[in-house]
């Protein structure tokens, strides 16, 4: 139902009376339905659609104590796919619960971070998922958060105690690492990030420990660790093939790294420089990389699956907040052949 520009809009004392409930089960129904049965939510929703009524978010900011009705979600890079992967999945189990997301870019800024997670707590959001930069935490603690709920997702805080969901780091990598040995690779490269970032150290640690069971050892001049984004990838890339000794593969610990090396090999094979170009192993998976110039194994794994398992261990510590222990949720992976 559609109000003419200027009408007054309903209250929620109307909705609660067209629907036959109270005012406070309205609301609560609004908030998320907690602790009200599904008939009465029903009831109240189709008040709702009738009445055209929309909440008042002004008002309620300023109520003390009402939930806003809102998820705060803080990614690290806003530009890579995979983390609006990652999105989509959090906000899929937020609207379930009757919320809405709102979502920043900390640029794996520690200050960043630490101004965008004060702006959500300003802003009485419910909860809080993060993937964490890394550096100091102080801001993350709960006397800090006001005790709002926070769940890391991805990355784990060392000295922070809260519900976590990440992925086999160590695993496939060892994995993927061990497919490239299996093929008789010997010179093998690793592009990864930063050392103080946490997936970039599990990574490196799986690549470490296969190559280290198979007794080949890393030559430092073929692995580069500090690459945040694409285009210092393909410049770490290029430094590697253009040694007289250059790998014949490459492990690449994330997907900017690896389209990062892919644009340089492609290139080089553009330009008619002598191959042969490396084999390639992606931990994530990225846009067209069946279209790659070289074949790409890729150590697959759900973005969606992982901001949907972060939402739920949210919301069951929203609905449950006497639960003391955090809980930690590692998903698996899957290697992916070309």
Known sequence: ????????????????????????????????????????????????????????????????????????????????????????????????????IILGNTGEDVARERQLVSDFIGRQVDGLILVPTSGDAAHLRPERLGHVPLVLASRRVPGLDVDTVLLDDVGGSYRGTISLLDAGHTRIGFLGNRTSVFTGERRYRGFERAMTERGVPIDTAIVARDQQDVDAASRAARVMLDLDEPPTAIFSANNRNSIGALREIGRRIRDGLPGPHPSMVSFDDFELSELMPVPVTVIDHDARLLGREAATLLFARLDDDTAEAARTVELPVTIEYP
């Open 1 to 100: 139902m559609s109000k003419p520009q200027g009408a007054r809009q309903p209250t929620i004392k109307e909705v609660a009376n067209l629907a036959g409930v109270s005012p406070m089960t309205a609301s609560r129904t609004l908030a998320g339905g907690r602790n009200v049965r599904p008939d009465l939510q029903e009831r109240v929703m189709a008040a709702v659609r009738e009445l055209g009524y929309f909440r008042n978010e002004n008002a309620r900011s300023l109520r003390p104590g009402q939930p806003s009705g809102l998820i705060g979600i803080a990614i690290t890079n806003l530009a890579n796919p995979y983390y609006g992967s990652f999105a989509l999945g959090v906000e899929e189990v937020a609207a379930e619960h009757g919320r809405r």
